[in-house]
């Protein structure tokens, strides 16, 4: 069998260090932007037969490898992936390709480092939502901090060492957390191969205090509120290859492991403190959607937005029904083409006039009618129109929160309204009306590389709303399975 995940893993890594090779001298930076794109595509490539080959039918982790990695402590290479990661696997690989894409002509100092950052963190992330054994997933998870400190402290705005610390400091304490948990489960199994922790009897003491270790490592990574404060500096001074990807990709890797971790192992806990969980995911869709209004900066804006939309797929999960932890996921994927989508948007106006703020912009629309047509697309994408992606997610979890509580479902729907009041209010006074000043009145429409790199999004966008069934068949017997499993704890 091809070892598609070895594949999906090695392939950027590799080219990444091809393109340093490759990087210097005169001519390197355009060998380095080939060979980039080379290695993006192929990584792309590599990741499509887990979406097309998929056996839907069944819960069980599929494509495995396993090889000896530490045998002194039992640690393998041991990878795999069933319906709740094999997506992320390829919405990385295309959000890589979309990455390097962009930075084409925008990237001109240390071209070789920016690409080869991005395709070794690429690879990386592949690994940490491939990983069956727990300290596999742990130097992946971990590893993938580098390259994306070194993005933003390198290429970054002019308060990227302070961003880039904070984002490294927030991220890295709370996954030492992580490490204690995995360290004493892993003794108590007398395994590291974490899907036999699945059936670990723990007390529920025990399970309290490895809940909080794992959601403290998974909620700054999300990020959840209050533990989001880096989020916004993090994207304000990132280049835009590094907030797409933040947005896109890195986040969803903390809302991944409260299904491939938190749930299934700690299942009492969960049930025990669904309430408080789905308390804090109320806060970040009503309270952070207020503060996104209150924002001038258009990046900050979509950051807080970020913050809001995830804060629905931590409800979904703590829902324990179907339609909730799907439609969870669903937002995931949506969230990651959305908002994607919007940072290559406020990088298209950034590269031609330096400014994210709101207020310097206005008319836009007259002087770049295409570009204006995407975002007010994408900007509906973000606010849940319907036949967009960002409706379907967003409407599966409202579905099952009415399951589970009407109130519920009530509080969640109002990011329906805040996401729209936010979203078309930054639209409003960036892109209609009469053009603002001189620099709008100059500005080009988009290059041919722009309009079919957008366009590209665009085309997942829709296709994600309104076909989203090969998607979520894709999810439904893995997630089935999970809630199953959860529903036999004993509280």
Same mark, same amino acid.
């Given at each position: 069998?091809?070892?598609?995940?070895?594949?999906?893993? +090695?392939?950027?890594?590799?080219?990444?260090?091809?393109?340093?090779?490759?990087?210097?001298?005169?001519?390197? !930076?355009?060998?380095?932007?080939?060979? !980039?794109?080379?290695? @993006?595509? @192929?990584?792309?490539?590599?990741?499509?037969?887990?979406?097309?080959?998929?056996?839907?039918?069944?819960?069980?982790?599929?494509? *495995?490898?396993?090889?000896?990695?530490?045998?002194?402590?039992?640690?393998?290479?041991?990878?795999?992936?069933?319906?709740?990661?094999?997506?992320?696997?390829?919405?990385?690989?295309?959000?890589?390709?979309?990455?390097?894409?962009?930075? +084409?002509?925008?990237?001109?100092?240390?071209?070789?480092?920016?690409?080869?950052?991005?395709?070794?963190?690429?690879?990386?992330?592949?690994? @940490?939502?491939?990983?069956?054994?727990?300290?596999?997933?742990?130097?992946?998870?971990?590893?993938?901090?580098?390259? %994306?400190?070194?993005?933003?402290?390198?290429?970054?705005?002019?308060? #990227?060492?302070?961003?880039?610390?904070?984002?490294?400091?927030?991220?890295? =304490?709370?996954?030492?957390?992580? =490490?204690?948990?995995?360290?004493?489960?892993?003794?108590?199994?007398?395994?590291?191969?974490?899907?036999?922790?699945?059936?670990?009897?723990?007390?529920?003491?025990?399970?309290?205090? =490895?809940?909080?270790?794992?959601?403290?490592?998974? !909620?700054?990574?999300?990020?959840?509120?209050?533990?989001?404060?880096?989020?916004?500096?993090?994207?304000?001074?990132?280049?835009?290859?590094?907030?797409?990807?933040?947005?896109?990709?890195?986040?969803?890797?903390?809302?991944?492991?409260?299904?491939?971790?938190?749930?299934?192992?700690?299942?009492?806990?969960?049930?025990?403190?669904?309430?408080?969980?789905?308390?804090?995911?109320?806060? &970040?869709?009503?309270?952070?959607?207020?503060?996104?209004?209150?924002?001038?900066?258009?990046?900050?804006?979509?950051?807080?937005?970020?913050?809001?939309?995830?804060?629905?797929?931590?409800?979904?999960?703590?829902?324990?029904?179907?339609?909730?932890?799907?439609?969870?996921?669903?937002? %995931?994927?949506?969230?990651?083409?959305?908002?994607? $989508?919007?940072?290559?948007?406020?990088?298209?106006?950034?590269?031609?006039?330096?400014? #994210? #703020?709101?207020?310097?912009?206005?008319?836009?629309?007259?002087?770049?009618?295409?570009?204006? $047509?995407?975002?007010?697309?994408?900007? %509906?994408?973000?606010?849940?129109?319907?036949?967009?992606?960002?409706?379907?997610?967003?409407?599966?979890?409202?579905?099952? &929160?009415?399951? $589970?509580?009407? +109130?519920? &479902?009530?509080?969640?729907?109002?990011?329906?309204?805040?996401?729209?009041?936010?979203?078309?209010?930054?639209?409003?006074?960036?892109?209609?009306?009469? *053009?603002?000043?001189?620099?709008?009145?100059?500005?080009?429409? =988009?290059?041919?590389?722009?309009?079919?790199?957008?366009?590209?999004?665009?085309?997942?966008?829709?296709?994600?709303? *309104?076909?989203?069934?090969?998607?979520?068949?894709? %999810?439904?017997?893995?997630? !089935?399975?999970?809630? @199953?499993?959860?529903? #036999?704890?004993?509280?």
């Amino acid at each position: 069998m091809t070892p598609y995940l070895s594949l999906a893993i +090695w392939v950027p890594i590799v080219a990444g260090i091809a393109v340093l090779a490759a990087g210097r001298g005169d001519r390197g !930076a355009a060998a380095a932007r080939w060979i !980039a794109l080379a290695g @993006a595509l @192929a990584g792309f490539v590599v990741t499509l037969p887990l979406f097309l080959h998929f056996d839907t039918s069944i819960s069980a982790m599929q494509f *495995v490898e396993r090889t000896s990695w530490i045998p002194r402590f039992d640690v393998w290479y041991h990878v795999g992936v069933d319906g709740i990661s094999a997506l992320f696997v390829v919405l990385n690989a295309f959000t890589t390709l979309l990455v390097v894409w962009s930075a +084409w002509e925008v990237i001109q100092t240390r071209v070789a480092q920016y690409m080869a950052a991005f395709l070794v963190m690429s690879g990386l992330i592949n690994g @940490a939502f491939a990983a069956l054994d727990a300290i596999l997933f742990y130097v992946f998870f971990e590893a993938m901090l580098i390259p %994306m400190y070194i993005v933003i402290g390198v290429w970054g705005g002019p308060n #990227r060492v302070y961003a880039a610390l904070k984002f490294f400091l927030y991220t890295l =304490l709370g996954s030492l957390l992580l =490490l204690v948990a995995l360290i004493y489960l892993g003794g108590a199994a007398e395994t590291f191969a974490f899907q036999a922790w699945y059936e670990l009897p723990l007390a529920l003491e025990t399970q309290l205090l =490895l809940f909080v270790a794992f959601f403290l490592a998974f !909620a700054v990574k999300v990020p959840m509120w209050p533990v989001h404060t880096w989020l916004p500096d993090a994207h304000v001074e990132a280049p835009t290859g590094g907030s797409v990807v933040l947005a896109a990709v890195t986040l969803k890797l903390g809302a991944y492991g409260f299904v491939r971790f938190i749930l299934p192992i700690l299942p009492d806990a969960s049930r025990y403190l669904a309430g408080p969980v789905i308390a804090l995911s109320l806060v &970040a869709v009503i309270y952070v959607g207020f503060v996104a209004l209150m924002q001038a900066d258009m990046k900050k804006l979509i950051a807080y937005s970020s913050i809001s939309h995830m804060g629905f797929v931590t409800l979904g999960f703590f829902l324990f029904n179907q339609m909730g932890a799907v439609g969870g996921l669903v937002q %995931m994927l949506s969230h990651g083409f959305v908002s994607a $989508a919007m940072f290559l948007c406020v990088g298209v106006l950034y590269d031609r006039m330096h400014s #994210r #703020r709101i207020a310097d912009y206005g008319g836009v629309v007259n002087t770049m009618p295409k570009f204006a $047509a995407f975002l007010v697309f994408f900007a %509906m994408a973000n606010a849940g129109l319907p036949a967009t992606s960002g409706f379907v997610g967003e409407f599966m979890v409202i579905l099952g &929160a009415v399951q $589970a509580n009407f +109130w519920l &479902a009530f509080l969640a729907a109002t990011t329906l309204v805040l996401g729209a009041a936010y979203t078309l209010w930054m639209v409003k006074r960036v892109v209609f009306g009469a *053009v603002a000043n001189a620099n709008v009145a100059a500005l080009e429409d =988009l290059s041919a590389r722009e309009f079919w790199l957008l366009a590209t999004v665009a085309l997942m966008v829709l296709l994600l709303g *309104v076909w989203p069934q090969p998607f979520v068949d894709v %999810m439904n017997a893995s997630v !089935a399975d999970l809630l @199953a499993h959860v529903a #036999r704890s004993k509280l």
